[in-house]
Nanobody, 118 residues
């Protein structure tokens, strides 16, 4: 599977953005999907994941209640709706995929920059 993320940009604190990640190449519905982010000078961190069926989601504590991950298997796309954005959300956001029985994410998109100004 190949991943193409989009939707990043420059916004003000309190604004919203929706990231999209389009997948191609394999049967999308067999893959768990996730969003991760990397801020300047920091390691890449988990943001949210969604199971292959969409029935299970997980979020980092820092984004719970503000971000929502979803997927449309018919469109082979996963989304990250980000509300009430904060300057500390500034990072490059990456989508990732793994086979539903695999432990680790091993397919990565190219990243999309999100910058939140105060």
């Amino acid at each position: 599977v190949q991943l193409q993320a989009s939707g990043g940009g420059l916004v003000q604190a309190g604004d919203s953005l929706r990231l999209s990640c389009a997948a191609s190449g394999r049967i999308f519905s067999n893959y768990d999907m996730g969003w991760f982010r990397q801020a300047p000078g920091k390691e890449r961190d988990f943001v949210a994941t969604i199971s292959s069926s969409g029935g299970s989601t997980n979020y980092a504590d820092s984004v719970k209640g503000r971000f929502t991950i979803s997927r449309d298997n018919a469109k082979s796309t996963v989304y990250l709706q980000m509300n009430s954005l904060k300057p500390e959300d500034t990072a490059v956001y990456y989508c990732a995929a793994k086979w539903r029985t695999s432990k680790d994410y091993y397919v990565w998109g190219q990243g999309t920059q999100v910058t939140v100004s105060s």
